[in-house]
């Protein structure tokens, strides 16, 4: 169970400085996403129900839509900010 738990904060670690460094904006999304699901597991190994269901309804679920939500409405305000090269 102790390798367990040590592979599981190494993921963390890895996860919040590859959040921090990466340059695709979706793939730092996605990267957030897995910190917040390995969390989830943290907390169910340190019996805490109750903060597991809310890292994954908060952390992974409504914080991942509304980024993606964001980067889509960034996406078009950039398409639509370039001029035509026509």
Do not use: H
């Amino acid at each position: 169970m102790i390798t367990f738990e040590i592979v599981l904060l190494v993921f963390l670690i890895v996860c919040a400085v590859a959040t921090c460094f990466t340059k695709n904006l979706f793939s730092s999304v996605v990267i957030f996403e897995s910190y917040s699901a390995i969390m989830c597991v943290v907390w169910l190994i340190l019996r805490s129900p109750d903060l597991a269901i809310t890292e994954a309804a908060v952390g992974a679920g409504v914080t991942g839509v509304l980024f993606y939500i964001t980067l889509k409405n960034v996406n078009q305000l950039k398409e639509e900010d370039e001029p035509d090269e026509e």
